[in-house]
Structures are given as C-alpha cells and as structure tokens.
T-cell receptor, first 113, second 109 residues
Framework: DTAVSQTPKYLVTQMGNDKSIKCEQN?????MYWYKQDSKKFLKIMFS???????INETVPNRFSPKSPDKAHLNLHINSLELGDSAVYFC????????????FGPGTRLTVL | EDQVTQSPEALRLQEGESSSLNCSYT??????LFWYRQDPGKGPEFLFT?????EEKEKERLKATLTKKESFLHITAPKPEDSATYLC??????????WGLGTSLGVNP
C-alpha cells in the first residue's frame, strides 16, 4: 500500500488555466505539507495543515490555495497558471510536528506552456 | 539565521570507493537532523534521524553521524545503486524543516 499518494503524476497545461493536485496519506498522520521543488532541486515549503487547520502559509502567490477536507487529504488548487509555476510539487505527511519524520509522495511534475 | 549547508554539491565515486557527505547546520537548539535519499523522478525517501551529538545510525552501506555543528553520511564500498541525491534537514524554530540543497552522488561501476 502506498503511504503518501499524489495525482496526477504529470500535469501539462497552458498558461492561464486552473489545475488541482490531490494528495492522500494512509499513515494516520495529523500533519500534511505541500512543497515545491524547482530545477535547482531546492525543497521549498508552501503550506502545512495539522488536523485540517492551516499552520504554515509561506509567501506564495494567492493563486495557490490548499484545501484539507480531512486529515488524510490535502489538495492544492492553482489558478491562472504561469510559466514560473513549472516545478515538481511534493506532498508529505508527518505524525505531528516539524520535528517528526516527514514522508513524501512521488511528486507531481507540473509543466506550464 | 537558521541554515543548512551540504557539501560537496556533487560527488562521483568508483564502485567500492568509500567517502563521506557533509551537512553543517546553524540552528538554536537542535531538535533532530534528518537524512533523506532522492532518486530522479521520485520523492525524498527517509533514511535516518539523529538527535544528539555522538549518535550514529547505520543502514546497509550508509552510516550517519552527528556532532554539535555537523553531520556526516559515510558511504562504505558504494555500489551504483547508491547513486542518488542525499538531502539533510533540521527543524527550524517556526514549525518548518530547513533543507540543504543536497549532494548529488554518482557511483561508477
């Protein structure tokens, strides 16, 4: 069984479109994260939810909106996609705090044309 | 400012040639140091957590050690399948992990 899963694996879209990425974890963890990894491989935290409550909200454009319907799911919706949004987006989860081990999904490679 | 620096940026070894990767950190009150492995096209895979200076952990050909200022990931007699990017991270004071840029390791057969 996959612990942290994301869909889709690949997303190719035109500038200006709106798209969503979905994440699910079956580890029973309370905290979930969205990271962006750019071409230089740096992992940048975007958002984090703990038990459906937003606890980390980094300085990202408000075109990015996370939603956590329950503690096992965390989705990322992106409006009006721009070329600079092209990157790999990773979902992760941990038992609770940032001091707990984070487990990552396989990533979603977003390409904006 | 909390910071994690990894070196070298890239390393190429011959199969069987042991070496070490470095992760140095500046953070007030270390609450753990994490090592991950990332293969191309995949998410980071957890390897180790170290909590206190002097602690060591091993997994197959990998051994992670921790001092008050840095951590080393020692790779003994590496094989081509050890080729990956190795990332380290430490918890900051604001609920976030602070990540290094990683070391890209290539092992030639």
């Amino acid at each position: 069984d996959t612990a942290v899963s994301q869909t889709p694996k690949y997303l190719v879209t035109q500038m200006g479109n709106d798209k969503s990425i979905k994440c699910e974890q079956n580890l029973g963890h309370d905290t979930m994260y969205w990271y962006k990894q750019d071409s230089k491989k740096f992992l940048k935290i975007m958002f984090s939810y703990n038990n459906k409550e937003l606890i980390i909200n980094e300085t990202v454009p408000n075109r990015f909106s996370p939603k956590s319907p329950d503690k096992a799911h965390l989705n990322l919706h992106i409006n009006s996609l721009e070329l600079g949004d092209s990157a790999v987006y990773f979902c992760a989860s941990s038992q609770d705090r940032s001091t707990d081990t984070q487990y990552f999904g396989p990533g979603t490679r977003l390409t904006v044309l | 400012e909390d910071q994690v620096t990894q070196s070298p940026e890239a390393l190429r070894l011959q199969e069987g040639e042991s070496s070490s990767l470095n992760c140095s950190y500046t953070v007030s009150g270390l609450r753990g140091l994490f090592w991950y492995r990332q293969d191309p096209g995949k998410g980071p895979e957890f390897l180790f957590t170290l909590y206190s200076a002097g602690e060591e952990k091993e997994k197959e050909r990998l051994k992670a050690t921790l001092t008050k200022k840095e951590s080393f990931l020692h790779i003994t007699a590496p094989k081509p399948e050890d080729s990956a990017t190795y990332l380290c991270a430490v918890p900051g004071n604001n609920r976030k992990l602070i990540w290094g840029l990683g070391t890209s390791l290539g092992v030639n057969p």
